[in-house]
């Protein structure tokens, strides 16, 4: 059995068979992770933090679980001398790939060429997890991005081109954490819909919606088969599990 909890923003731990894998933590308000750290005490842990903007990292994510074996995988577009020398870190840019990681059989990143990654984990049990980290620039900095039609071209190219990455190298997914942010306003599910129409998701779980919780977990909207169950985890801590 696989637990997902709810963090806040992008942020996400999930409590697998042999690790702990948290995804994108800036904050806990609830202290949740705490109280899955302190429940987990023997499970390693691995941080992903996708790249260095304060929505996705904070500094007080390197002095978490100090009883637990831990290690960081990071994008390279953090500076290193933004993380403590003494912590074990595993460097990745996109297309990289990285195996037997505290309870990970395989890491494989994905990303554009500015280095903000997302990850593919595949657990010791077989569990495939997906977190979209910073990948398809169609949020609030994409929508900033694209300021003109050759913009918008280039960001739909640049989507495209990692979605098939990732169909390449699966074409199937147990977990997906991926954004839906209203806030966008004009298509805003059309990334998670292309995302979902190309790779089979047994769960989805919407991301980076801000206080839009009630718009992104309308998934009859845009989640173009029944075969995907949706999961609506929209208040920080609430947890699921599969």
Do not use: W
């Not at 978490?64 to 990745?92: F, T």
């Not at 995302?195 to 845009?222: D, Q």
């Amino acid at each position: 059995m696989t637990k997902i909890t709810y963090l806040d923003g992008s942020g996400f731990a999930v409590v697998a068979d042999d690790t702990i894998l948290v995804f994108d933590c800036f904050r806990d308000p609830v202290h949740a992770l705490r109280k899955i750290l302190k429940e987990n005490e023997s499970k390693p842990v691995v941080f992903f933090l996708s790249h260095n903007k304060h929505d996705h990292l904070h500094p007080d994510i390197f002095e978490i679980a100090q009883n637990h074996e831990r290690v960081y995988v990071l994008s390279n577009q953090i500076p290193a001398q933004d993380v403590p020398s003494s912590l074990r870190v595993a460097g990745m840019s996109p297309n990289d790939a990285i195996e037997d990681v505290y309870g990970c059989k395989r890491i494989k990143a994905f990303g554009r060429k500015d280095m903000e990654l997302s990850f593919l984990v595949t657990t010791k049990s077989g569990v495939t997890i997906f977190h979209q980290g910073n990948l398809f620039p169609y949020g609030k900095e994409g929508k900033k991005e694209a300021s003109n039609g050759e913009d918008i071209r280039k960001v739909q190219a640049d989507f495209e081109s990692e979605l098939f990455n990732v169909k390449e190298e699966t074409q199937e997914i147990d977990i997906v954490m991926f954004p839906v942010d209203p806030s966008v306003e004009t298509d805003f599910a059309k990334p998670a819909t292309e995302f979902l129409k190309a790779v089979k998701v047994k769960n989805f779980i919407p991301m980076s919606f801000g206080e839009n919780h009630k718009e992104a977990c309308l998934f009859s909207g845009y989640v173009p088969t029944p075969d995907t169950q949706c999961h609506c985890l929209s208040q920080v801590g609430d947890h699921v599990s599969i």
